[in-house]
């Protein structure tokens, strides 16, 4: 009988420190997860400012080449005349 419960003390001692280690190991991980979290929202947010400041230089590229190209083109290939500002008219609604 005593050597039966010198084995259940030895088991539960065995199992009490596997529940603890596991204990440990499970902090750590929820740890690294939190800082692993954190690390993604900081560079999703550089990426969102990224893109958005791509798309404010590609717009405003496009709006300062769109005008001068077309007139560009017009001039040089189409043989166009430059506009007169004289005969300009500017309609009222």
């Given at each position: 009988?005593?050597?039966?419960?010198?084995?259940?003390t030895k088991i539960n001692i065995v199992l009490g420190l596997a529940v603890v280690?596991?204990?440990?190991?499970?902090?750590?991980w929820h740890h690294q997860n939190y800082l692993l979290y954190k690390q993604s929202?900081?560079?999703?947010?550089?990426?969102?400012?990224?893109?958005?400041?791509?798309?404010?230089?590609?717009?405003?590229?496009?709006?300062?080449?769109?005008?001068?190209?077309?007139?560009?083109?017009?001039?040089?290939?189409?043989?166009?005349?430059?506009?007169?500002?004289?005969?300009?008219?500017?309609?009222?609604?």
């Amino acid at each position: 009988m005593l050597n039966h419960s010198l084995n259940m003390t030895k088991i539960n001692i065995v199992l009490g420190l596997a529940v603890v280690v596991l204990s440990f190991y499970t902090i750590i991980w929820h740890h690294q997860n939190y800082l692993l979290y954190k690390q993604s929202s900081a560079v999703q947010q550089k990426n969102q400012e990224i893109m958005a400041m791509r798309k404010q230089l590609l717009s405003e590229y496009s709006e300062k080449i769109s005008g001068a190209e077309i007139k560009e083109k017009a001039l040089n290939i189409l043989q166009m005349k430059p506009v007169n500002s004289k005969k300009v008219r500017t309609v009222v609604l």
